[in-house]
């Protein structure tokens, strides 16, 4: 079992920036893919960005060039570097991690963008 702890999130201004993070403990194999997804009200999550140990990165077409997921291995950690924030990206951010055996995810971390 591999557990989450995200960190980061928050209230900021529209066009602002924040910053997630999001760190795995437990049996974690050499290749994994670490990503994040998120939740608005009324809405069904969605993926954000997934970023693989081998691969390409994908990002949701609504963040592109605005956001920007990056990983340190060796710490097992992903973030997601947020810019140009709107109002629109107001939700709870989740983080996912997963291997050939595992899926888990993060315990959420509310963003919201309002003046």
């Known amino acids: 079992q591999v557990q989450l702890v995200e960190s980061g999130g928050g209230l900021v201004q529209p066009g602002g920036s924040l910053r997630l993070s999001c760190a795995a403990s437990?049996?974690?194999?050499?290749?994994?893919?670490m990503g994040w997804y998120r939740q608005a009200p009324g809405k069904q999550r969605e993926l954000v960005a997934i970023k693989p140990k081998i691969g390409s990165t994908n990002y949701a077409a609504s963040v592109k060039g605005r956001f920007t997921i990056s990983r340190d291995n060796a710490k097992n950690t992903v973030y997601l570097q947020m810019d140009s924030l709107k109002p629109e990206d107001t939700a709870v951010y989740y983080c996912?991690?997963?291997?050939?055996?595992?899926?888990?995810w993060g315990q959420g971390t509310q963003v919201t963008v309002s003046s």
């Open positions: 437990g049996s974690i194999p050499t290749i994994y893919t």
């Open positions: 996912n991690y997963r291997d050939w055996n595992s899926n888990s």
